[in-house]
């Protein structure tokens, strides 16, 4: 792919600046012109008026095969698309990065990446996101492509999805559109798909459009069956808006069901004092390779955006054997639909009930403290800021060593790991035995061999500081919570009472 604009000269094209001296001379000139080897340096990169303005193609989008031999090999292609982004803030390579996991979010849902532009503007264009004259360029480059798809990396309004699409000819869709496509091809339980159902519905409310016949209206029914006189009925488009309404309601009542079944799984390990640590991140950081890595859960694992969306939760054992409890969370990722944080509010609930967050980021990717930010501003939106959190930097293995630096000097309570080959799993066994919450009773108790059952939910529920087998019993000296040091209070021992 050819860029139709470029940065100006390399930095190793620079030259060094003047030393202070003359340069303080240069500045007191009343009149001085910009200077490359003065002013360059200080400066940076600058666009030219027309680079500022004109659409920028971003290399290495394309994922269209050039060798013919592989296309048999090669999953089925549905659309051809090209993308478009507005870069209304931050660097360059922040919006180049953008448009590239827009790229393999486009790529997920199964469509062949053809081209990929940028357009800098202060704010998209109201009517058609990139402008009118920019929306004709983009014309051009789908014509060009033989694009059937144009994909836009935001959420457009209703009247710039209109506008836009009336100028390239060809069907376009936004960011939440693309996301929400993922998640109907993803979701496999029935709560998953009734959750993407309703976020699918409640983003095409607001977008349903009309025809010839869809703006027609219904004829109104005359009392004693005579000719119509109630006036003009609603209309086709009308009425499809009400069954949306309708069917919308019915599956947030189905969704509240759902949700009262995992409240009482959730009621009865709060009531057995387990303890439960919640897995969350951004899409594809590894969340599911460490749930299997952590309990061998055998959940699928793909290098894909949003392979997993259905929530597992799998018993686990700290060193020590504590018991606890290990559930995978929805990935998230920047700009996540909100119509998706609301319809997918009670499977995030996960997170906000945990006594433990392990926050997966990918070390790998070219900018971990985005994904970071990213999670993080869900996590608020989920009310689960009060939960502890470990940052768990995986893919370790693969990550720049600098990189992995940097984010562990940064970020407090980090660990590195890889869930792939291992590394620095067993280090963070131990620092999720350290962070959950422990009993709040210490005691010592001589048990009846004839009460077994009590020793064992002294391991399993509690920690046992010491155990020791004498004839009268087992002498035990554990911390456990309120309930069970009730349990054991009649057989601790008067010296130690």
């Not at 025809?211 to 005359?222: D, I």
């Not at 488009?237 to 799984?265: C, L, P, Q, S, V």
Request: aromatic share 4%; with cysteine; hydrophobic share 40%.
């Amino acid at each position: 792919m050819t860029s139709s604009s470029s940065f100006s000269q390399d930095t190793q094209n620079r030259a060094q600046s003047h030393p202070d001296g003359l340069r303080a001379d240069a500045l007191m000139e009343e009149d001085v012109a910009w200077s490359h080897e003065i002013d360059g340096e200080r400066d940076g990169d600058q666009f030219d008026r027309s680079e500022r303005a004109a659409l920028r193609r971003v290399a290495g989008l394309s994922t269209e095969l050039e060798d013919v031999t592989e296309v048999e090999y090669r999953q089925l292609r549905l659309e051809r698309v090209v993308l478009v982004g507005v870069w209304t803030s931050g660097t360059a390579t922040d919006a180049d990065n953008s448009l590239a996991e827009l790229a393999a979010l486009a790529e997920t849902a199964g469509a062949l990446v053809l081209d990929g532009v940028i357009q800098r503007r202060d704010k998209p264009d109201a009517a058609t996101y990139i402008g009118s004259g920019k929306a004709n360029e983009l014309r051009d480059i789908v014509l060009e492509t033989g694009a059937d798809t144009v994909i836009c990396d935001g959420e457009l309004s209703p009247g710039q999805l209109i506008h836009l699409e009336d100028v390239v000819k060809v069907k376009v869709i936004d960011r939440t559109a693309l996301i929400l496509d993922i998640f109907a091809q993803h979701a496999k339980s029935r709560e998953g798909k009734a959750q993407v159902a309703l976020a699918q519905m409640q983003y095409m409310l607001p977008r349903l459009r009309g025809w010839g016949q869809s703006l027609s209206r219904q004829m109104g029914g005359g009392s004693g069956g005579g000719l119509a006189t109630r006036g003009p009925g609603e209309t086709k488009i009308e009425t499809d808006r009400r069954r949306i309404r309708e069917k919308m309601a019915k599956m947030r009542r189905e969704i509240a069901d759902m949700k009262t079944g995992r409240d009482i799984k959730r009621q009865e390990r709060r009531r057995n004092k387990v303890p439960s640590v919640a897995i969350a991140g951004y899409t594809n950081a590894g969340k599911s390779s460490l749930l299997n890595r952590l309990t061998g859960a055998g959940v699928l694992v793909e290098n894909s955006l949003f392979a997993t969306l259905d929530p597992t939760v799998r018993r686990a054992e700290t060193p020590t054997g504590r018991l606890y409890t290990l559930a995978d969370t929805v990935g998230f990722v920047r700009h996540l639909p909100h119509h998706l944080v609301e319809a997918f509010r009670s499977t995030m609930e996960e997170v906000g009930d945990s006594d433990l967050i392990l926050h997966v980021v990918d070390g790998s990717h070219p900018a971990p403290e985005e994904q970071l930010a990213a999670v993080r501003e869900v996590v608020r939106d989920v009310g689960a800021t009060k939960v502890r959190e470990i940052v768990v930097v995986n893919k370790a293995d693969a990550a720049d060593p600098l990189v992995l630096q940097r984010l562990l000097r940064n970020e407090k309570h980090s660990i590195a790991v890889s869930a792939r080959t291992g590394q620095g799993i067993e280090e963070l066994l131990a620092l999720i035995d350290v962070e959950l919450p422990h009993p709040s009773v210490e005691l010592e108790a001589l048990v009846p061999y004839t009460l077994g059952r009590l020793v064992a939910r002294a391991h399993s529920d509690g920690e046992v500081i010491s155990e020791e087998h004498t004839p009268e019993g087992t002498l035990l000296k554990v911390r456990v919570h309120e309930e069970l040091a009730a349990e054991l209070a009649p057989y601790v021992p008067a010296s130690a009472a």
